[in-house]
């Protein structure tokens, strides 16, 4: 078979997006903490969705993990905040800024375009409004539709499938 043109699929966040804006929101509710409690927050949130994974628990959204884990990281630094202001500085991963030279290189790249992410679809989605990327991507996939987090081999199936494109020609960016 000969290839088919190449897909280019996007992690959204460290990637596409700065996650750095996320320790001003912390910040303005801890002084002096900021830092500290946002690195143990995305260490957190990633961890937790790893053991989700691994652990075959019931599935929880990404938006549920990453509640948990910035609950994890306030109480570890002794902040004992509300549901909502929790919930509050969770929402900034709706709309964090993408870094600088995305929009533009992204529209220059002359091939079909996707995110895969651990993202919640509604997370996902505010996000890429937020940022007025809704035009570059042909699909913004979440892992939702797999019940696991990457990196199960079943979220990346979900690109395959949608995009109606074999693994071979699909090109899959990460800072991870």
């Known amino acids: 078979d000969p290839p088919m043109e190449r897909v280019f699929v996007f992690d ?20 002096g903490y900021g830092t500290v409690i946002t690195q143990l927050w995305r260490l957190k949130q990633l961890e937790y969705s790893w053991l989700h994974s691994v652990m075959g628990e019931p599935f929880s959204d990404f938006w549920a993990v990453t509640v948990q884990s910035l609950q994890f990281a306030l109480t570890s630094a002794g902040f004992m905040l509300s549901s909502n202001d929790v919930e509050d500085i969770a929402s900034a991963f709706k709309r964090l800024q993408p870094f600088p030279e995305v929009s533009e290189a992204l529209r220059a790249l002359p091939a079909r375009r996707a995110i895969l992410s651990n993202g919640s679809q509604a997370m996902l989605n505010a996000l890429v409004s937020h940022a007025c990327l809704a035009d570059v ?19 990346y199936a979900l690109v395959e499938a949608l995009m109606n494109v074999p693994r071979r020609d699909v090109v899959f960016v990460s800072s991870n």
């Not at 959204?12 to 002084?31: I, K």
């Not at 699909?139 to 696991?148: K, N």
Request: net charge negative; aromatic share 12%.
């Open 137 to 155: 991507f042909e699909f913004v996939i979440s892992v939702d539709a797999a019940r696991a987090f990457k990196p199960h081999p079943n979220c």
């Open 12 to 31: 959204a966040y460290g990637t596409l997006f700065d996650l750095g804006s996320l320790q001003s929101h912390v910040e303005a509710r801890c002084p």
